[in-house]
């Protein structure tokens, strides 16, 4: 069952409370493999569902626009001192709400409406918020967007630079959503100053693998980092926005008054408690271990015939173009699922299928990593995987797949399981 136990729930409200208890077995019984998801300790699921959700907060600790404070300022305190010490930052905002709008402070804080952003394409790895034309920094902005060599399926930093110097963007973006090789900050930092612009870094995936020593850092490059608090650093759903001194009032303003009301206190909390266990030598262990998980997939994967986008992985994420297999992303993910493996379809760069039907899945092994599968369990988990993707039609082949996988899974422990 749900841990922690949730008996007011289950009394107030029987219907909710089974859809949650039935999340909870869903979570223990399956291979997650879900890039953005990962599993949150019984801590900070305990300082999620605290009566800190009671207390309104608008404004900065010390600086409120209500009363009744004298605890809530020391949580978020708390909070902002164990990010400025664990990624070594002069300044930490963690009010955001989630990802998207600490990336939107950014440009609040650093641009017009029709100044010129310059971000990572959608098809290429990017994030819708990094300029994309559906996105309202793509309407409001004037984005341009530089993307991969088609040989290599990484970042052409010689392209970057000459994009760089053509449309002279007041703001850079660097990272994404489903890149697979690791981040050339310095060459992102030395193109920015060249042009004069911010360089935001938005490390939403790999924070945990930065906190963690397993990436490098953005820190001493970029002026400007964003991330979310959950992926890969296994804290609650929401964000922060890490800065230099120089631009730490711009950030501060752009987040309150200029986009959000009050903080969520609970997750506040609960970042904090996050950002705690990320401070452990046992997660530096962890987020190596993620990488290694990683590693050890992409290379069974290509064992067995699968397409790597880049030819494999340097962090947490591997994005496999199925077109070899004979099968569409969204069908082969549907399958998966069936089979006990959640994954998601996703574009691979120079897709030629629609967003809705791409070619590609998107894998990640932050998830399994804190269940404690390793390195060994990798070559049964591509061999699912392959089972599952040449079965797609085939029911009875899918739930056997999934029987299987419920029983690997048994053996290990989940954190909100008992």
Not at 110 to 132: C, E, I, K, S
Not at 182 to 208: K, R
Not at 289 to 297: P, S
Not at 352 to 378: C, N
């Amino acid at each position: 069952m749900h841990e922690p136990a949730i008996p007011s729930l289950t009394g107030a409200d029987p219907e909710v409370a089974r859809l949650v208890q039935a999340e909870a077995r869903r979570q223990f019984e399956k291979i997650r493999l879900i890039a953005s998801e990962n599993y949150v300790s019984t801590a900070v699921l305990e300082a999620t569902g605290s009566v800190l959700t009671n207390k309104y907060s608008e404004g900065y600790a010390g600086r409120r626009y209500y009363e009744g404070q004298q605890v809530i300022d020391p949580v978020e305190e708390l909070a902002v001192a164990r990010a400025k010490t664990l990624f070594g930052v002069d300044h930490a905002n963690v009010q955001p709400y989630s990802g998207s709008p600490a990336n939107l402070a950014v440009y609040l804080a650093f641009l017009n409406p029709g100044d010129t952003v310059m971000g990572m394409a959608l098809p290429a790895g990017g994030h819708l918020t990094h300029g994309w034309s559906v996105s309202a920094t793509g309407k409001w902005f004037r984005s341009v967007q530089y993307g991969v060599a088609k040989e290599t399926g990484v970042v052409d930093l010689d392209q970057v630079r000459d994009l760089a110097r053509a449309e002279r963007p007041k703001v850079i973006f660097c990272g994404g959503t489903a890149i697979p090789r690791t981040i050339d900050f310095p060459a992102f930092a030395e193109i920015a100053n060249e042009v004069g612009a911010v360089l935001a870094a938005d490390i939403a995936h790999i924070a945990g693998l930065v906190a963690g020593g397993a990436h490098p850092s953005p820190v001493g490059h970029a002026q400007v980092i964003t991330t979310t608090t959950h992926k890969t650093l296994r804290g609650p759903r929401g964000a922060m926005i890490l800065t230099d001194a120089e631009h730490a009032k711009a950030i501060d303003k752009a987040v309150f008054p200029g986009l959000q009301g009050g903080p969520h206190n609970h997750t506040t909390a609960a970042i904090a408690v996050a950002l705690g266990e990320a401070s452990e030598p046992s997660f530096g262990l962890y987020a190596h271990a993620v990488v290694q998980n990683a590693r050890a997939l992409a290379a069974a994967l290509l064992d067995r015939g699968f397409d790597l986008v880049s030819g494999g992985t340097d962090n947490h994420l591997i994005l496999a173009d199925l077109t070899g297999k004979g099968i569409g992303g969204k069908p082969a993910a549907k399958a998966l699922d069936r089979a006990g493996i959640e994954a998601n379809y996703n574009t691979v760069p120079f897709d030629p299928r629609k967003p809705f039907d791409p070619s590609g899945v998107r894998l990640g092994t932050a998830a399994i990593t804190t269940r404690g599968l390793t390195e060994d369990h990798m070559p049964q988990l591509a061999e699912w995987i392959d089972r599952a993707v040449r079965a797609a039609d085939d029911e009875q082949a899918l739930d056997r797949i999934a029987a299987e996988v419920a029983d690997l899974m048994a053996g290990y422990p989940m954190p909100g399981w008992a």
